[in-house]
């Protein structure tokens, strides 16, 4: 049984950084691609950034790129987000995904499993 367990977000000033992180456990996590997705109110789920399982080829939404940085430690089992400059733009639940293959997409139909998702938000 896959379980992916996020943490590490909470309420940031603007210009402010947050580190998330995603636990998993279940099935071998080096085989497979994660990725970091959020959802904001009355805003479909975006796919904020994801990596394969070698961790050597990463994807990043333009709104997030040079700001966000995406990365894994397979011998840990987990998967981080380093969220800078942060803006109240980004306030929403980030939740991370493990992917059916290695191979990191952009969409959410790529993806099997899901954590519970982490707030996080942005004061102006």
């Known amino acids: 049984q896959v379980q992916l367990v996020e943490s590490g977000g909470g309420l940031v000033q603007a210009g402010g950084s947050l580190r998330l992180s995603c636990a998993a456990s279940?099935?071998?996590?080096?085989?497979?691609?994660m990725g970091w997705f959020r959802q904001a109110p009355g805003r479909e789920r975006e796919c904020v950034g994801a990596i394969s399982s070698s961790g050597t080829i990463t994807f990043y939404v333009d709104s997030v790129k040079g700001r966000f940085t995406v990365s894994r430690d397979n011998a840990k089992n987990t998967m981080y987000l380093q969220m800078n400059s942060l803006k109240p733009e980004d306030t929403a639940i980030y939740y991370c995904a493990q992917g059916r293959t290695g191979v990191a997409w952009s969409v959410p139909w790529k993806y099997d499993y899901w954590g519970q998702g982490t707030q996080v938000t942005v004061s102006s």
């Open positions: 279940g099935r071998t996590f080096s085989n497979y691609a």
